[in-house]
C-alpha cells in the first residue's frame, strides 16, 4: 500500500487559493477580500500537512514558512493604505502573517534581535494601537485584528520564552481584564455599547490567554 502523503494538501490548498485570486482579481474590485478569501482557503490545507507530517520543519522550511508569510503580509497593508483602508489592510495582513510567525516560533530559531519579552510588549501594544483606531474607523475590524495579533503575540511568547513569571502574568492580566471593563465603560457611556463590548472582549479574551500560561 501506498503511504499517504500529507505534505501534498497544501498543493491542493495552494491550486484553490490560486484559482480563487485570479478570479477575485478579475472580476472583483475588492482585493483585500479576495486576498483573505484565498488565505482562508489556503491555510487550513496547510495546517494540515504540517498536523500530519512526521517532520514537517523538514518539508517546511520555518525561514521560508516565515519569509513568505511577511511577503505576503507586507503589500497586503501597503495596498490596505494606499486604497484608503488600513484598518482592513492590517487585519488581512495580520491573517496573512500570525500564522507563519507562530509556525517559525515553535519550529525555527529565532532571528529576531528583540527579547520574547520585548516581542511580547511591542505585540500588545500594536493590538492595542489596532484596537483604538478601530474605534474610530470600524470596531469590528480593529478587534479582529487586534485579538489575533494579540493572541498570537503571547503564543509567540509562550513559545520563545517559556512561561512568564506570576508577576509579570499577573500585571499583564490585570491590565487586561481592568483595560476590557474601562473600554466598555467609557464606549457603553457614550452611547456605543456594542463596540464597547467587542473592545472589551478582545483585552478579556488576551487576558484569559496570559491566565492560561499559569497551568501550561
Known amino acids: 500500500m501506498s503511504r499517504?502523503?500529507?505534505?501534498?494538501?497544501?498543493?491542493?490548498?495552494?491550486?484553490?487559493?490560486?484559482?480563487?485570486?485570479?478570479f477575485g482579481l478579475l472580476f472583483s474590485s475588492d482585493h483585500l477580500a479576495t486576498v483573505l478569501v484565498s488565505v482562508g482557503l489556503l491555510y487550513p490545507f496547510v495546517v494540515f500537512g504540517i498536523v500530519r507530517s512526521e517532520s514537517p520543519q523538514t518539508v517546511f522550511v520555518p525561514d521560508a514558512v516565515l519569509a513568505a508569510g511577511f511577503l505576503g503580509a507586507a503589500p497586503t497593508l501597503l495596498y490596505g493604505v494606499v486604497a484608503g483602508r488600513p484598518l482592513f489592510g492590517a487585519l488581512v495582513a495580520a491573517v496573512v502573517a500570525v500564522p507563519p510567525v507562530?509556525?517559525?516560533?515553535?519550529?525555527?530559531?529565532?532571528?529576531?534581535?528583540?527579547?520574547?519579552?520585548?516581542?511580547?510588549?511591542?505585540?500588545?501594544?500594536?493590538?492595542?494601537?489596532?484596537?483604538?483606531?478601530?474605534?474610530?474607523?470600524?470596531?469590528?475590524?480593529?478587534?479582529?485584528?487586534?485579538?489575533?495579533?494579540?493572541?498570537g503575540a503571547v503564543d509567540y511568547r509562550r513559545r520563545r520564552g517559556g512561561r512568564l513569571q506570576r508577576r509579570s502574568r499577573t500585571v499583564g492580566v490585570a491590565c487586561c481584564l481592568g483595560g476590557g471593563l474601562a473600554a466598555f465603560g467609557v464606549l457603553a457611556a457614550t452611547g456605543r455599547p456594542n463596540e464597547g463590548l467587542a473592545a472589551g472582549a478582545v483585552l478579556v479574551a488576551v487576558g484569559g490567554f496570559l491566565a492560561l500560561d499559569a497551568g501550561s
Open 4 to 22: 499517504p502523503v500529507p505534505e501534498a494538501a497544501p498543493v491542493v490548498g495552494l491550486v484553490l487559493a490560486f484559482a480563487f485570486a485570479l
Open 102 to 151: 507562530l509556525y517559525h516560533a515553535r519550529f525555527g530559531e529565532s532571528v529576531t534581535p528583540l527579547s520574547p519579552d520585548a516581542s511580547l510588549a511591542v505585540g500588545l501594544l500594536a493590538a492595542g494601537g489596532l484596537l483604538a483606531y478601530g474605534t474610530v474607523e470600524g470596531l469590528l475590524v480593529g478587534a479582529l485584528a487586534a485579538a489575533i495579533v494579540g493572541l
